[in-house]
């Protein structure tokens, strides 16, 4: 008896099974160490936009030498392989917001010492599908880090979605940049600051561009991206 409510008072503080594999994992995150190994982090990337590099190329890629993003640096610990675009697309489409604390506990993990800036500033979805999703998934992973890091500053009201864009998951490149040019808005105050802004996956990077040249046409003098992964191919 005594054991029995031991085991789920355990199993109320640490999950006890796989967000993936649904495996009993005794542990604080509810993700198997097998499911972990399969996540590729992303380690030899450019250091301004995070696109893996060539393991003999090392510094900045050739898309960065030719045309430095707007963006001061992007940090992207993983690549967006099979496992984590599983848990990613449950979290972004399928309502599992409860996948916010692992997907930030994995997150500070993998980049251990974060960069000090003066604000986060969660990438705003257009009014119209944050009410159709429920939640901004870019906030909640902003939220879920500043609860492990309270001397983060959020800053959600810096930048505003000022029209509605279409959805960009199967458009090119260039399509998405024409997409989004003008879709944000920064509002002022943002003169000198250091800002990262949180988003989840980064893809082509026209987002990332995007709010980097709101945020710096209203004078924020550092803009970094902070997300999850990286595309492998960010030109496809
Ligand atoms: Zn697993
Ligand atoms: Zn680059």
Not at 56 to 80: E, H, K, M, N
Not at 191 to 213: K, Q
Not at 220 to 225: D, L, S, W
């Amino acid at each position: 008896m005594v054991n029995r409510i031991t085991g789920q008072l355990l199993d109320g503080l640490f999950p006890s099974y796989c967000s993936l594999c649904k495996w009993h994992c005794p542990g604080p995150l509810p993700l198997c160490q097998d499911c972990r190994n399969e996540l590729p982090a992303n380690e030899h990337a450019c250091r301004l936009c995070a696109s893996p590099l060539p393991t003999a190329v090392s510094g900045v890629c050739g898309t960065c030498l030719q045309s430095p993003p707007t963006f001061d640096r992007a940090i992207a610990p993983w690549l967006y392989g099979e496992y984590l675009a599983c848990l990613v697309h449950r979290w972004k489409f399928s309502g599992a917001r409860h996948l916010t604390t692992l997907l930030a506990d994995l997150w500070l993990q993998q980049v251990a010492d974060p960069p000090a800036v003066d604000a986060v500033i969660p990438v705003p979805l257009h009014w119209l599908r944050h009410w159709r999703r429920g939640y901004n998934q870019a906030e909640l992973l902003a939220l879920a880090l500043q609860r492990r890091l309270p001397q983060l500053q959020l800053a959600t009201g810096l930048l505003q979605r000022s029209r509605r864009t279409a959805a960009q998951s199967t458009m090119a490149a260039e399509a998405r940049r024409r997409n989004l040019t003008g879709a944000f808005t920064a509002a002022g105050g943002c003169a000198n600051l250091r800002l990262a802004v949180v988003d989840d996956v980064l893809t082509t990077g026209a987002t990332a561009e995007a709010v980097a040249s709101a945020l710096k046409a209203s004078g924020a003098r550092h803009v970094e991206i902070w997300c999850l992964a990286r595309t492998p191919s960010p030109g496809d």
